[in-house]
Every structure is written in structure tokens, then in C-alpha cells.
T-cell receptor, first 111, second 112 residues
């Protein structure tokens, strides 16, 4: 079946612009996670959605970052007023239980 | 807070060599432990897991045993192949949300 998909695969933006990154989880998976993979910080948890519960936003690095999940399926991660330190690969994962299935990531470059 | 420390890389081996990647953890409560692998040009995928002390996870010839007394989850493979070249991440999760805390990753290159 279809895995987790993310779009765009690459995004280049200018400092100060807003960006939206999209994640389509595996159908039926109730949990959805966003992580960030950067050279300086490794792999970091950002935010977690589980069903209709309030999201766990404890990993978001600043209030410029936000995410939503519509209808318990597709999720969008929004970064406002991007900074150069936001450059990273943003990974989405979904799961039904313990094992998380990761998407290919969106590589964000902020010039 | 919860954290994972894994062996720094890069590691370069010849085919059929023995591979060990050390991983230790600090966690409140009782974590589940994982090894994820990222092959060149591909996404992260789960290699193996163990959810309680003394459990052994295994897959594709790789093994790791959850050692509570030494807070470790070392990854081993007895005879590596070129196709095992990848970045390996040790990770843990605590509680029912399963959000992962990752180690820094170890790059392994296997030469023919």
C-alpha cells in the first residue's frame, strides 16, 4: 500500500518568507509526528497528533512554527518568517502503535 | 530528560566483518528502544525494536538486546554486506505517545 508522502520534496525560500510543508500519512494511522533533521541538531521531535486529542507541541522550537491536522489525516507544518537556522530536512511519520513509518522528507533551504 | 548516546562515526568495514554500534540511554520510566536505518537516498525505516528489559530485537541479521542494568541497546551484526552501508540511529520512546528521541546517528560504510 501507499506509504507516507510529503510535499514538496525540496523547498528553497528566502529569509523572512513563510513556508508550508505537507504530510499525507498512511490511511488509517491515528498518530502523526513531525521531526526535523539538521546537521547541527540531529533528529529532533517537533509535534505529535493523536486522533482528536490536542497535539503535543512540546518540540516546536519557536512560535514561528505551527502545525495542523485536518480531518485526522493530512497535516501541514507552517514556518513563518523563516530564518537560515530553519534549513533542515523535515520528516513526517505516522503510526497505529509502536512502529512509526516515515516519509521521504522535505528538504528546506532558507537563503 | 530522555536521551540517547550512540557511538560516533563514521565506521568503515570490510565485507563479512563484525559490526557493533554502541548505544546507551537515559530515561524516566521504562522506555521502548529502537534502531532505525536510513539507506542512501531513502527514508528512515525501523530496523528492530525491544519494548522491555532483556528483550532481543532482530532483523536482517542485526540484533540488539535491551539491557536495563547497563542502560544499553547495542546493535550487532556478525557479517556485514555492502548493502548494509547506511546511517543507523538508536532511539527511545517513553509512554504511550511513542514520540522518539534519537541518537546522533552512526554512518557505516562497508567496502567490498
Amino acid at each position: 500500500g501507499a506509504g507516507v508522502s510529503q510535499s514538496p520534496s525540496n523547498k528553497v525560500t528566502e529569509k523572512g518568507k513563510d513556508v508550508e510543508l505537507r504530510c499525507d500519512p498512511i490511511s488509517g494511522h491515528t498518530a502523526l509526528y513531525w521531526y526535523r533533521q539538521s546537521l547541527g541538531q540531529g533528529l529532533e521531535f517537533l509535534i505529535y497528533f493523536q486522533g482528536n486529542s490536542a497535539p503535543d507541541k512540546s518540540g516546536l522550537p519557536s512560535d514561528r512554527f505551527s502545525a495542523e491536522r485536518t480531518g485526522g489525516s493530512v497535516s501541514t507544518l507552517t514556518i513563518q518568517r523563516t530564518q537560515q537556522e530553519d534549513s533542515a530536512v523535515y520528516l513526517c511519520a505516522s503510526s497505529l502503535a509502536v512502529e512509526q513509518f516515515f516519509g521521504p522528507g522535505t528538504r528546506l533551504t532558507v537563503l | 530528560g530522555d536521551s540517547v548516546t550512540q557511538m560516533e562515526g563514521p565506521v568503515t568495514l570490510s565485507e563479512e566483518a563484525f559490526l557493533t554500534i554502541n548505544c546507551t540511554y537515559t530515561a524516566t520510566g521504562y522506555p521502548s528502544l529502537f534502531w532505525y536505518v536510513q539507506y542512501p537516498g531513502e527514508g528512515l525505516q525501523l530496523l528492530l525494536k525491544a519494548t522491555k528489559a532483556d528483550d532481543k530485537g532482530s532483523n536482517k541479521g542485526f540484533e540488539a538486546t535491551y539491557r536495563k542494568e547497563t542502560t544499553s541497546f547495542h546493535l550487532e551484526k556478525g557479517s556485514v554486506q555492502v548493502s548494509d552501508s547506511a546511517v543507523y540511529f538508536c532511539a527511545l520512546s517513553v509512554g504511550n505517545d511513542y514520540k522518539l528521541s534519537f541518537g546522533a546517528g552512526t554512518t557505516v560504510t562497508v567496502r567490498a
